[in-house]
């Protein structure tokens, strides 16, 4: 799975790179500790509302899927993840991936390992920071989905929808399966334009786009125990654990 990530880019640096529209009033924090719940970058492709015309936007959503039939959003946090066996045919799922896809800009992911107590110490979770080799920035496979609140009456305030998303995952295999059994997809640079396409539809042809992430070039690294608190912040989350 994918429970935690960092995404530490500028948003006019993440603009320019996925040549994506960027509306300066919308700000977020860099982060090193991207946790459920969360509101997150996305790159998505919507008709605009006066031309008609589709664009490419980044923008803001948050982290834990939330389907529009759904009575509530309390359900979002348990669902961060879809699984690429499964996300065609899901109900929670299936409409997005052949209408609303995205991408989710990230430097990397964490994984935990459990390490057994011994005579002197605890057990805990070590965690790893999973990243291209490169160090450039995954583009990792999302889905994004609206949510009507029932509450708002006018359906014009932007307090009337929650927009959400899900990191879709697969069986991990190289550097980041010795790690954790799952891992986040990602898009190729030239793959994009297909994947963010609203008008493509195509279940097998989207499938073929994911791939892991840098090719299965990673650097998996340990890094401190401070990540295991989504209260913790900062680059200083990526240095090596200390005295282990």
Known sequence: MCGRYASSRAPEDLADLFEARWDPRETLAPSWNMAPTDEVWAVLERPDHATGEVERRLRTVRWGLVPSWSKDPSGGARMI?????????????????TRRRCLLPADGFYEWQPVAATATAKAYKQPYFITPEDAGVMAMAGLYEFWRDPAV????????????TTVITTEATDAAGRIHPRMPLAVAAQDRDAWLDPAHEDVHELRALLHTPADGHLDVRAVSTAVNSVRNNGPELLEPPAGR
């Open 81 to 97: 993840n879809a699984r690429v066996e499964t996300v065609h045919e899901k109900p929670a799922y299936r409409r997005a991936f």
């Open 153 to 164: 009456t006018d359906e014009d305030d932007p307090a009337a929808w929650l927009v959400t």
